[in-house]
């Protein structure tokens, strides 16, 4: 038995393919992903059935190139660790089916981890976590400000009331003729228009630490049908910014109101919308001016995504709880944090 | 040659453990739970019973289509995982075969059926020749109409087989009358024990590139296949 602590962890919860080997927690010795992004560009946004067959095919040879690039054996491995909500049940399936599988054949204790608590401890690779912490979770399926009071202790201080950030950016860039995903092109144009259409900041400045975009995304799409019905063409970059701009106040504005209420000296943006330069730099200027001790983690943009070996950072925590699974354990597609 | 065999492709699972040609162990479960939840304990049970552990197997037999798509993809995971994981052989047989193999004694053609919704049946046709079960007609998705139809132009006696046949039993009935055989309810059950006997011959393909045979494309790819070439398209999956 090896000193080291290698943990094979398994994601599949959407339309990535990922299996890695993480060390101890907070080495990355392998993270294959194999994403499904130019299939589900045909369709304009993830067709569940076309994802669960792409999972099918990708598995075993992820699985393989992970250990191969660790440079690691079955025989080395510690546990096996697995994605097993929240995500779409047939994507969630394949890897947790696959994962108990493994688990089984090699005698490895299997742990399995909530995709959220996954995208939390992405930023453990960039450094120690201190706890009590603060962490925003913006992503396509989730918006959440979620309270991490010890390690692998998670509560729902504030979330979504409707659609997600990276939902609301997928749907307004369909209105602007942007393919699926269109986080990257919005927050692309963003950059080179202005805020002019001044959408409505839904609940911002409400006491609680809920979000809606729901409000927003009709707001857009009716400001650009109504230029459309009255043959008036409207500038593209100014409506991304317009936008973006009001996404990402209230992201700050609530993160803010939460940091007031919840002091901790830690915060973590998580998720594939932590990828989004606008969120980036307004995030980090109104930290300076408002919380300049708070420490702001975001992980790089290829740990943002869905990757297995953020699962693994999660997992290791779990296993430190020997929080483990039997082969009966199933997908849990609307798995979630407990609300503080 | 050690052999798990297992088939999850409808309502019922079956797993069986079969030891050169000799079956250790066999279970049928045909409750409606899912089978993520009791694929791998029952393999796990079956193996125990057997006195065997998984690395001590030769052979992993799936079937792997057509069928229920969740279904089909518990067991094609398994079984590509574990044969990948152990380096077992692998072997996929026709779910729809699997089926078959449970009209015994019986010359007829043997037609195994299952609901595809819509009035469509994924359906085949197999017969016994000399002990051996032959695929007489490609399984595919076929509205039930233009089987029967197909059918009665052969003039031949035919056994329908299958958990979803009950549904379809009047309307075969009405159509192909005392051509139309049927089994009892519980031949109509796959039980893995055939299934492990029709992969025991059969040649192991690689576990990397194994999927489930689903006979129908998905509707978002059919409908965008009205409107788009699929040719400049791939590599729809990326390893980035
Ligand atoms: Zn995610």
Redesign the pocket.
């Known amino acids: 038995m090896s000193e080291r602590e290698l943990i094979l962890a398994f994601e599949s919860?959407?339309d990535e393919t990922s299996v890695a080997v993480v060390e101890n927690g907070v080495t990355i010795l392998s993270n294959i992903i194999a994403t499904q992004i130019n299939s589900h560009k045909r369709f304009g946004g993830v067709v569940p059935e076309v994802a669960s067959r792409h999972h099918v095919e990708q598995i075993t040879d992820c699985i393989n190139l992970a250990l191969a690039e660790a440079k690691v054996s079955y025989a080395d491995l510690t546990a096996v660790a697995v994605t097993y909500g929240p995500g779409l049940v047939g994507s969630l399936l394949i890897g947790v089916t696959a994962a108990k599988t493994v688990a089984y054949a090699h005698h490895l204790p299997l742990i399995p981890v909530n995709?959220m608590a996954g995208?939390i401890y992405a930023a453990r690779f960039v450094k120690p976590l201190v706890y009590p912490l603060l962490a925003l979770m913006v992503?396509g399926?989730h918006t959440e400000l979620v309270m991490v009071t010890a390690p692998g202790e998670f509560a729902i201080i504030g979330e979504t009331r409707d659609d997600a950030a990276g939902e609301a950016y997928d749907k307004i860039g369909r209105v602007l003729g942007i393919t699926y995903p269109a986080g990257k092109e919005v927050d692309r144009l963003a950059h080179l228009g202005q805020d002019t259409f001044h959408f409505p900041r839904a609940m911002d400045g409400e006491a609680n630490l809920d979000f809606s975009f729901s409000g927003l995304k009709s707001a857009f799409i009716n400001t650009v049908h109504h230029a459309d019905q009255i043959g008036e063409t409207l500038d593209r970059n100014d409506l991304a910014a317009s936008f973006q701009a009001a996404v990402v106040d209230v992201l700050v504005d609530k993160t803010m109101q939460a940091l007031r209420e919840h002091p901790v000296s830690q915060l973590v943006i998580a998720?594939?919308v932590a990828a989004n330069q606008g969120l980036r730099e307004a995030m980090t200027a109104a930290l300076a001016t408002q919380f300049p001790a708070v420490d702001v983690v975001i992980p790089p943009v290829r740990l943002t995504g869905?990757n297995a070996a953020m699962i693994g950072a999660a997992a290791h925590i779990e296993l430190a709880k020997q929080h483990f699974a039997d082969e009966t354990l199933n997908a849990v597609p609307n798995l979630n944090f407990a609300r503080a | 040659m050690k052999i798990l065999a297992l088939d999850t492709s409808n309502q019922a699972m079956s797993v069986a453990v079969m030891v050169d040609g000799q079956v250790l162990a066999e279970m049928t479960l045909n409750r409606k739970k899912t089978h993520s939840e009791q694929l791998l304990p029952t393999i796990d049970h079956l193996l125990q019973l057997s006195a065997l552990t998984p690395e001590a197997l030769d052979r992993v037999v799936v079937a792997d289509g057509p069928g229920s798509y969740t279904g089909l993809r518990i067991a094609v995971t398994t079984a590509k995982t574990l044969a990948d994981t152990l380096q077992l052989e692998l072997v996929g047989i026709s779910s729809l075969a699997t089926l078959a193999a449970g009209a015994l004694r019986t010359k007829d053609i043997i037609v195994p059926l299952m609901d595809a919704r819509r009035q469509n049946v994924f359906a085949g046709m197999y017969q016994w020749l000399d002990g051996a079960l032959i695929n007489v007609a490609a399984d595919r998705h076929v509205a039930l109409e233009q089987l029967l139809a197909e059918l009665a132009l052969l003039k031949q006696p035919v056994t329908f087989i299958g958990g979803d046949v009950a549904k379809f039993r009047d309307a075969i009935k009405a159509r192909l009358g005392a051509q139309a055989h049927f089994v009892d309810a519980v031949s109509a059950l796959p039980q893995a024990g055939r299934l492990a006997l029709l992969g025991q011959q059969a040649a192991p393909v690689p576990p990397a590139t194994f999927v489930p045979r689903y006979l129908r494309l998905t509707e978002a790819e059919t409908n965008w296949l009205k409107t788009h070439d699929d040719k400049g398209h791939a590599p729809y999956v990326e390893k980035v």
Do not use: E
């Open positions: 919860s959407c995709h995208h992503s399926g998720g594939g869905d």
